[in-house]
């Protein structure tokens, strides 16, 4: 992991002319699949121009799957942050995947899903060390069932705080999604914020909160990875609730 991963965007200097916005930084697997598609477009457009058309379109659509955006999170160690852009799917008590050793006993829950729109870059929702990942085979089912948490394939991460703390999250492949990146191992010290993998292509990642932590989203809101809080370990209040409007 190189420097520039591990530095928070908030140190950065960040970008905010009209090129950053048509031309984002693209994440590391992108140009590859980039370069398939515009080929293919290319092929398409010789065989019959209206097919063509699609391929460009596929291939622009491809070119901002894969955009990385710097973001901005917020720096007080007792925020949690989403570590995913998308839509908070469920919010509930949860028993955290059973490959981590964890027990049954029920956790606050947040799941993010991301549609093929989102930006599928993934960030570490609290700061500390990856003490234990475990990735575990499984189906593909639609990510908005609530049984894809036990039976989709998934890659689940304990972090752990300073103060002792164990967060749980959990990349979990969708209907869409055959690949999921984690770039961090067990020992690896992460950021609030921090970059750690990505899921192609339309996917769900949960977030387990320790007991008597109070979720700060609620079921409909859209979060965007690195700057949305979840929660904050110095709140104790009730849930929050709110309307579509």
């Known amino acids: 992991m190189s420097e520039a991963d591990t530095e928070p965007d908030s140190m950065k200097s960040i970008d905010v002319s009209w090129?950053?916005?048509?031309?984002?930084?693209?994440?590391?697997?992108?140009?590859?699949?980039?370069?398939?598609?515009?080929?293919?477009?290319?092929?398409?457009?010789?065989?019959?121009t209206p097919l063509g058309l699609v391929g460009l379109i596929l291939t622009i659509w491809c070119f901002y799957f894969?955009?990385?955006p710097d973001r901005v999170?917020?720096?007080?160690?007792?925020?949690?942050?989403?570590?995913?852009?998308?839509i908070v799917q469920m919010i509930g008590p949860a028993a955290p995947p059973s490959e981590?050793?964890?027990?049954?006993?029920?956790?606050?829950?947040?799941?993010v899903f991301m549609s093929v729109f989102d930006c599928h870059v993934n960030r570490a929702p609290i700061g500390g060390t990856v003490i234990k990942e475990e990735y575990t085979p499984g189906e593909f089912l639609n990510a908005t069932l609530d049984k894809a948490s036990e039976d989709n394939e998934r890659q689940s991460l304990i972090i752990r705080t300073e103060d002792g703390k164990d967060f749980v999250v959990v990349q979990i492949a969708g209907l869409v999604a055959r690949r999921i990146r984690c770039d961090v191992r067990e020992g690896n010290k992460l950021l609030t914020g921090q970059r750690f993998g990505m899921i192609r292509f339309g996917s769900r990642v949960d977030v387990y909160l320790p007991l008597g932590m109070v979720p700060l989203v609620i079921v409909g809101q859209k979060t965007i990875a690195g700057e949305t809080v979840f929660a904050d370990m110095k709140i104790k209040s009730q849930p929050r609730s709110g309307d579509v409007l």
């Open 66 to 68: 894969f955009r990385d």
């Open 73 to 86: 999170t917020p720096n007080q160690d007792s925020l949690v942050i989403s570590p995913a852009d998308g």
């Open 100 to 111: 981590l050793g964890m027990g049954l006993e029920p956790l606050m829950r947040i799941s």
């Open 19 to 48: 090129r950053n916005y048509i031309f984002p930084p693209l994440h590391a697997e992108g140009p590859g699949f980039i370069a398939v598609f515009a080929i293919v477009a290319l092929i398409l457009w010789w065989i019959w």
